[in-house]
């Protein structure tokens, strides 16, 4: 019984003892603070407390929505950069398609006279540039091969943010699934452009035609880089712009419709712009609001059957164009002034408002492209001038999309 005194009494010896060493000794005290802090360390990261932020969260979402942006105007300026390209008539310049190999272009004069040999195999050196020189060779060749180095840019702009995000937990699970979609139709729309491409250096011996790709697949190629537009636009504004205070209405409901009907409409016309650049369309009737002497052109149905005349015939295809192109500046002129009866919130009628100035704008652009014999330079404005439309377009869905059901 008297075991357990003893042994208390001898545990209250040592404690003593290690308390006195402790004052006197410097070394053992920093050991033990450190020791101390250790383990609080420890704990602390083996049990978070409930207030730790969380991933994804506010911080993250806008973080996400900022990179969304950042490629949907690089995705921009390579729709540019391809007008362009197809304005000048460079897309077919490049014979051959390697992802990595084609990064370095010619450095060599040896180089660039077996890349220049290797044009003149084609239709269009034979048939339309048979006279070109070198350097004019290596005007195009450049204009397409800075087309193609933007579209890798594109590319890695999308695959490694992914990664780097989808690592550190920043995306919801529904964003997951968005941002995999995005990334494969990056590499859809590489492939959809080799294919476009190559539809222009085929030989085509029952065919008189100038040697350009096909009118089709141009569609495709500029569709598809719209809708990759559209959805990274879409998703990354969606993420930013804080949501509207605003009681659902009937009129608001009907606002919506017809935003949702106008931005479908301007989609719909910057496609036909594919047909018109695919067939030398602008160049049939450069007379405006009439077409040479008439409203509707003679011609407007000469093919058979009648359906190919709105893909294939180029007068069709200019009227067509400029039938959308009058009703999407209806269509955006109405949905100006019905807002304006309405009280909406500051930033939807300023987005409203800047996409009803730019319809104007892209209108006047088109006709004078149109009077002047469709010079590059304005072309090539009034291309962008599309995408800005249509971004605007988008911005009002955002605006109005995120006002409460």
């Not at 420890?42 to 990179?67: D, H, Q």
């Not at 879409?234 to 949501?243: D, E, F, K, S, V």
């Not at 077409?291 to 200019?318: H, Y």
Request: contains cysteine; hydrophobic residues 45%.
């Amino acid at each position: 019984m008297f075991l357990i005194p003893w042994t208390l009494l001898s545990i209250s010896f040592q404690l003593a003892l290690r308390c006195l060493q402790y004052q006197r000794c410097p070394h053992l005290r920093r050991w033990i603070v450190k020791r101390g802090q250790s383990t609080i360390t420890t704990e602390v990261g083996a049990s978070p407390s409930p207030s730790a932020a969380t991933v994804p969260n506010i911080a993250t979402n806008r973080i996400v929505g900022r990179w969304l942006l950042g490629c949907s105007g690089l995705v921009a300026g390579a729709i540019v950069l391809g007008g362009v390209t197809r304005l000048t008539e460079s897309g077919l310049s490049m014979v051959d398609w390697h992802l990595v190999r084609e990064m370095k272009p010619p450095q060599s004069q040896a180089e660039w006279e077996a890349e220049f040999s290797k044009y003149q195999q084609f239709p269009e050196f034979k048939i339309m540039n048979h006279d070109m020189t070198l350097p004019e060779f290596k005007f195009i060749f450049y204009m397409e091969w800075g087309h193609r180095m933007w579209g890798r840019l594109v590319g890695l702009a999308y695959i490694l943010p992914t990664i780097y995000f989808w690592r550190k937990g920043y995306f919801t699970r529904s964003m997951k699934g968005k941002v995999l979609g995005l990334c494969g139709f990056v590499f859809f729309q590489g492939l959809l452009g080799w294919y476009m491409v190559k539809s222009g250096l085929e030989e085509k011996p029952e065919s008189y035609d100038v040697p350009r790709v096909s009118q089709y697949r141009l569609c495709a190629h500029l569709g598809s880089a719209l809708l990759l537009y559209c959805a990274s636009l879409w998703t990354g504004l969606t993420m930013l712009i804080p949501a509207h205070k605003m009681a659902e209405t009937k009129r608001l409901m009907q606002l919506k419709r017809f935003a949702k009907g106008t931005g479908g409409l301007v989609f719909l016309t910057a496609l036909s712009g594919a047909f018109v650049a695919g067939l030398d369309a602008g160049l049939v009737y450069n007379s405006y609001p009439k077409m040479g002497d008439r409203w509707i052109p003679d011609d407007l149905l000469a093919f058979s059957p009648k359906l190919k005349n709105f893909f294939e015939n180029p007068t069709t295809v200019q009227f067509d164009h400029r039938i959308l192109g009058i009703s999407s500046l209806t269509a955006i002129t109405g949905l100006y002034l019905f807002s304006r009866r309405m009280v909406l919130p500051r930033r939807a009628k300023i987005a409203i408002s800047l996409l009803t100035a730019m319809a104007y704008g892209q209108v006047a652009l088109g006709i004078s492209t149109l009077l002047l014999y469709v010079p590059t330079p304005l072309a090539a404005i009034h291309q962008s001038g599309s995408v800005a439309l249509l971004s605007l377009a988008i911005w009002v869905l955002a605006e109005l999309r995120k006002i409460p059901k």
